[in-house]
């Protein structure tokens, strides 16, 4: 129930450069809004970028998430709007400072280039 109830705040909350972001992921094209930017290359695989930084990599086998170097809140929103989108039972959380990847009813530390 409460991922549920995370997954339908998260779907009100989302930003709309995210919403952009997820559609050009689904659709596998290139796109940049603002400081969030997608590419797909010839394999169909697309990269997520936030002020340059990689944080995710997204294709049908599997989502890699990273930090990009900064966990900020704005990276967080991304993933976790793209977790949303690509592996609703995933998600990023930070507790005491310190980021998580909850899924499946499990909490694991997040660790950059984690596949979901």
């Known amino acids: 129930m409460p991922l549920i109830l995370f997954t339908l705040l998260l779907f009100f909350t989302m930003r709309k450069i995210e919403q952009q972001m997820n559609t050009a992921i689904r659709n ?5 809004g603002s400081n969030t930017t997608v590419m797909v290359d010839h394999k169909n695989k697309a990269r997520v970028y936030l002020h340059g930084n990689l944080i995710a990599e997204v294709c049908d086998e599997f989502v890699a998430i990273f930090d990009g170097g ?4 704005t990276t967080k929103s991304r993933l976790n ?3 949303s989108e690509f592996r609703p039972w995933a998600g990023v959380f930070q507790k005491d400072w310190t980021w998580y990847i909850s899924g499946h009813g499990k909490v694991f530390p997040f660790i950059s280039g984690s596949l979901i």
Do not use: H, I, T, Y
């Not at 596998?28 to 940049?32: A, D, F, I």
């Not at 900064?70 to 809140?73: A, E, F, M, T, V």
């Open 81 to 83: 709007a793209l977790l």
């Open 28 to 32: 596998r094209v290139n796109w940049s």
């Open 70 to 73: 900064w966990q900020s809140n």
